[in-house]
């Protein structure tokens, strides 16, 4: 009972930093589509709580929240369901399927969530170099078919 | 302590108007408490099944001696292997059935005195028991042919080998012999003629007994010569 409530009050403590994290993620990735953002939060936070034994032990507690962010965003984005535009979700699951695992993960942080590279490999738990290349590799993959929602072009960054 | 120190978290934080920090961490703490309730009942149903699990092999196997059954099964072989072939003259791999072999040994008198007549005869202790196996042995051959004829000349050879001894057996041998001289069928002489044999048997045969393939013996007629030997 005595761990359960130092966990609550560490949970307490970190919800401020990372349900602010969350939001701002969640807000880049929703940027087409305002509603699905408190949602997409609540429910990050709710598996943040869920699992805080876990996540009070990572190395990065606000790299876990962000991953499990953008995990959550691509579920409510798959249930078209839950948006308000269907045609764009569908799109937008259309293109970033055409991507494997790694580079979709490194896309959808880097371009759909405007994470820098930094931030993506402590998340992703890898290196800035090969952050670098899989989201080269990705952004020729959706030959700029984002680039209306997230600015995302074929071309390279000047 | 730390609660104290952050009475509502939701307090010091900063988001757009759209968004309620309290209503976000309300529905965090609950849910996240709900689902966290739920996965842990569901580890311990997971940990105990696996237990049941480790425990009811452990059992079984612990049950069955650690060899998966097989010793109960060549247990059962081995101690029908003398049964079964005495019960039937057909049926010489009986052995094979449980159920079939428990049955007759509880009803074919004791399962002992087949194995004890082979040892005994070498002893010399048994002569009865000696003389029933090799009478029984020799009369294997003449029980075929007679199937093969027809009904009448079983049911004769039938009665014939319990009796074989001396008293009641012998007047049926006798009969078949007048008849099988009877023009009718020859074979049968032949077929008859052995019974002779049976006659005979008990006398030379003693010293057989020793035969070790003569094991499958009819269950049926062993006590009734028995009997008549002790008698």
Known sequence: MRGDEQSRSEFDASFPGLVTVACDAARRFFRFDESVVRNAVAETMAQAFERWERVRRHDDPTGWVIVRTKDVCLEFLRAKSETEDPAISGNIVDTLDRLSKRQRDVAVLRYLMDCDEATTAVALGTTESKVRTRAERARHRMRGDLERVYGVTDEAPV | ?231
């Open chain 2, 1 to 231: 302590m730390t609660e104290h120190e952050h009475p509502d978290p939701w307090a010091d934080v900063s988001l757009p108007p759209p968004f309620d920090a309290r209503e976000i961490y309300e529905y965090a703490t609950s849910v996240g408490a709900q689902r966290r309730g739920e996965r842990r009942r569901r580890q311990v149903v997971l940990t105990i099944s696996g237990l049941l699990v480790v425990a009811l092999t452990g059992a079984g196997i612990g049950l069955t001696g650690g060899d998966g059954g097989e010793t109960s099964i060549q247990v059962a072989t081995q101690a029908s292997i003398p049964r079964a072939p005495a019960r039937s003259k057909e049926t010489v791999p009986a052995p094979r059935r449980r159920g079939q072999e428990s049955a007759p040994r509880k009803s074919a008198a004791r399962p002992a005195p087949p194995r004890t007549s082979q040892c005994n005869g070498h002893a010399g202790v048994t002569s009865s028991s000696a003389a029933r196996l090799t009478a029984f042995h020799s009369v294997r051959p003449l029980d075929n042919p007679h199937d093969t004829t027809t009904t009448a000349p079983v049911p004769e050879t039938t009665t014939t080998t319990p009796p074989p001894p001396e008293t009641t057996t012998t007047p049926p041998p006798p009969e078949t012999t007048t008849t099988a001289p009877a023009p009718v069928t020859t074979p049968t002489t032949r077929r008859t003629t052995p019974p002779t044999r049976i006659g005979v048997s008990p006398e030379t045969v003693l010293p057989q007994p020793a035969v070790p393939g003569s094991g499958p013996v009819s269950p049926s007629p062993s006590p009734s010569v028995r009997r008549r030997t002790r008698c």
